[in-house]
């Protein structure tokens, strides 16, 4: 089945302890995004890949960093998390940056994460 | 600045009542599409929009795309509970990203 996987589905974490959330696609996609989802605020994104090697800052890149060492994997890290990152995240990818016209984003099922 | 304000934000309705939904901006989109998230999931791609004055029917829902590209609607047809989630729009703008909009967030009581 095509899919978007994120790892973990739900995260209670402590300031300044780093942490990783994972995000692996199994349809050969080039392009891979994150979001956070806040309420009121809608899907903002954070990162973004457009092949492997490839990466660029989103809209609120601030604390977080990302690596796209392969082409099915796209890791989110927080290095030193802090309560404002409590969020809903959201790892999705396309075939490619233009074909997201026509495909749009497969979005994985998020990842739930509280800092205290 | 939130490029695309989607309204209503919040609606609550019977079964078997129609609804619309809509999705406005004032900047120019190349193309429009709308997503529907169930709670616990992610979004999921409902339809593609990309021509102005465009209208698309998937079932009971009607989507359009206003003439000057800077708008859609969503119009549900005797919505059902199995209707009840968050709708989001999402332009794109020839840039890197989709811009998605703030969502509503319907619910449809049986």
């Not at chain 1, 302890?17 to 349809?27: A, E, G, H, I």
């Not at chain 1, 903002?44 to 092949?51: T, V």
């Not at chain 1, 099915?72 to 990152?85: A, D, G, H, M, V």
């Not at chain 2, 549900?76 to 509503?104: E, H, M, W």
Request: aromatic letters at 10%; glycine letters at 8%; charged letters at 20%.
């Amino acid at each position: 089945e095509a899919q978007v996987t994120q790892n973990p589905r739900y995260l209670i974490t402590v300031t300044g302890k780093k942490l990783t959330v994972t995000c692996s696609q199994n349809m050969n996609h080039e392009y891979m995004s994150w979001y956070r989802q806040d309420p009121g605020l809608g899907l903002r994104q954070i990162y973004y890949s457009m092949n492997v090697e490839v990466t660029d800052k989103g809209d609120v890149p601030e604390g977080y960093k990302v690596s796209r060492k392969e082409k099915r994997n796209f890791p989110l890290i927080l290095e030193s998390p802090s309560p404002n990152q409590t969020s809903l995240y959201f790892c999705a990818s396309s075939p490619s940056i233009r074909q997201q016209l026509l495909y749009g984003y497969t979005f994985g099922s998020g990842t739930r994460l509280t800092v205290v | 600045t939130q490029l695309l304000e989607q309204s209503p934000q919040f609606l609550s309705i019977q079964e078997g009542e129609n609804l619309t939904v809509y999705c406005n901006s004032s900047s120019v989109f190349s193309s429009l599409q709308w997503y529907r998230q169930e709670p616990g999931e992610g979004p999921v791609l409902l339809v593609t929009v990309v021509t102005g004055g465009e209208v698309k029917k998937l079932k009971r829902l009607t989507f359009q795309f206003g003439d000057a590209r800077k708008d859609s609607s969503l119009h549900i047809t005797a919505a059902q509970p199995g209707d009840t989630g968050l709708y989001l729009c999402a332009g794109d703008r020839n840039t890197d990203k989709l811009i998605f909009g703030t969502g509503t967030r319907l619910q449809v009581f049986p």
